[in-house]
């Protein structure tokens, strides 16, 4: 019973395309995250989504936008994909902004 | 500049061992968080302390926290090979609702 889950694993694309991550939990968690882990291993957050409101939009390039459907589910949409995109992306949720987060495997993502 | 910084970067030690590393950071917390980081996984939370907790225990780990000192440090008592991994400390910043990450702290443990 994976607890927080993405899909792809991997994602392998050219430069200028669009495409779509997606994270689900089943911890019933009210909070959702987006995080960017680049190739030093430096994490940070791009989104937060507490009952689906968003909370912490850091400033992220507006080609990133995540979508909420529900508090299970947080999607990352990146539009005209660039190099510098490349990096692994993570999902985590928490039962609220302050507590313990529990992150999902990763989309290593590689814009060519 | 970080929030959190940790130290060492990286630490090779012999099984058996134990391993401690330190996180410092800038701005008052409501509370630190470290998290473990096997290669190519994501983040295991380990211990949350809270800004008013000076020392936790979990099996094997300790961390203790000291907040005039802004610094926070993570021992791992009688290292195995499977504690091989990198050690994230995590703040939760006051009156934000953010975790901010160290850069972590690559640990290996030599059989």
């Known amino acids: 019973d994976t607890a927080v889950s993405q899909t792809p694993k991997y994602l392998v694309t050219q430069m200028g395309n669009d495409k779509s991550i997606k994270c689900e939990q089943n911890?019933?968690?009210?909070?959702m995250y987006w995080y960017k882990q680049d190739s030093k291993k430096f994490l940070k957050i791009m989104f937060s989504?507490?009952?689906?409101?968003?909370?912490i939009n850091e400033t992220v390039p507006n080609r990133f936008s995540p979508k909420s459907p529900d508090k299970a589910h947080l999607n990352l949409h990146i539009n005209s994909l660039e190099l510098g995109d490349s990096a692994v992306y993570f999902c985590?949720?928490?039962?609220?902004?302050?507590?313990?987060?529990?992150f999902g495997p990763g989309t290593r993502l590689t814009v060519l | 500049s970080q929030q959190g910084e940790e130290d060492p970067q990286a630490l090779s030690i012999q099984e058996g061992e134990n391993a401690t590393m330190n996180c410092s950071y800038k701005?008052?917390?409501?509370?630190l968080q470290w998290y473990r980081q096997n290669s190519g996984r994501g983040l295991v939370h380990l211990i949350l302390?809270?800004?008013?907790?000076r020392e936790k225990h979990s099996g094997r780990l300790r961390v203790t926290l000291d907040t005039s000192k802004k610094s926070s440090s993570l021992l791992i008592t009688a290292s195995r090979a499977a504690d091989t991994a990198s050690y994230f400390c995590?703040?939760?910043?006051?009156?934000?609702?953010?975790?901010?990450f160290g850069q972590g702290t690559r640990l290996t443990i030599n059989p």
């Open positions: 701005t008052s917390i409501n509370n």
């Open positions: 302390i809270r800004s008013n907790e």
């Open positions: 911890l019933g968690h009210d909070t």
């Open positions: 989504y507490n009952n689906k409101e968003l909370i």
């Open positions: 995590a703040t939760l910043i006051q009156g934000a609702q953010k975790l901010v």
């Open positions: 985590a949720s928490s039962q609220n902004p302050t507590d313990t987060q529990y």
